[in-house]
């Protein structure tokens, strides 16, 4: 297995705790992705430790060439990072599994098993952010009325408001109240939130 990171202390404290692993064996350590990709052409790594903030390249990005370059290499993530979107983000780019740097020895070295048995693995904590709902999933859907959604439909494609007051047949003062309610009733300040949120919802494609 294989550690990038960018902080040597950190590779030094993952040496040191793995070191006591029989089963696991460190082929090698790297401050960069770039430094890992060179050796990755040449050698075969069962499973890598990554960083998400690298100097020279996004963990993020770094995952996905990782595994174009490697299919059977797992990825865990281990990164300082509580982000959802990053978390989903390492996921989409075929990681592993995801842990903060704040894991205990016993979850790093489980989830490290886990990896290579196939299974998609994560720290308690990140398990605990996973199974929370994002703050869009407590929206509920606002009544709106159909000329509301039509208007809706309408933002989303990206239509204007003189557009839409002259295929509607209404005036603009008219379409620029409608816009003014969906925005209360979606509880947002602009129109990206509001077809952000719509789309989320299902309201609108």
């Known amino acids: 297995m294989a550690i990038v990171d960018d902080h040597p ?6 040496k040191n705790l793995l070191a006591a692993q029989p089963d696991l064996e460190i082929t090698g350590s790297f401050t960069t992705g770039t430094e890992f990709l060179v ?9 890598v430790l990554l960083d998400i903030t690298l100097p020279d390249i996004s963990g993020i990005e770094l995952c996905k060439e990782i595994r174009m370059m490697a299919p059977q290499t797992f990825v ?14 390492m996921l989409h780019n075929g990681a592993s599994g995801y842990l903060l740097k704040n894991a205990s020895a016993n979850e790093l070295i489980n989830s490290i098993h886990e990896a290579l048995e196939g299974k998609v693995t994560f720290s308690n904590s ?8 994002h703050l869009t999933e407590f929206r509920e859907k ?7 959604l039509e208007i809706l439909k309408l933002i989303a494609q990206g239509e204007t408001t003189a557009g839409m007051a002259e295929s509607l047949f209404l005036s603009k003062l008219t379409i620029e109240t ?10 947002v300040k ?16």
């Open 9 to 14: 202390i950190v590779i030094e404290g993952l």
């Open 190 to 205: 602009n129109v990206a939130q509001l077809i952000s949120i719509a789309t989320q919802q299902g309201i609108v494609p």
């Open 126 to 133: 990140i398990r605990e952010i996973m199974s929370m709902p």
């Open 178 to 187: 409608h816009r003014r309610n969906l925005l209360q009733k979606f509880a």
């Open 142 to 148: 606002p009544a709106i009325t159909k000329r509301e």
């Open 76 to 89: 865990l993530a281990l990164s300082n990072h509580n982000e959802r979107s990053m978390i989903f983000q």
């Open 39 to 47: 050796f990755l052409k040449d050698h075969v790594v069962d499973v």
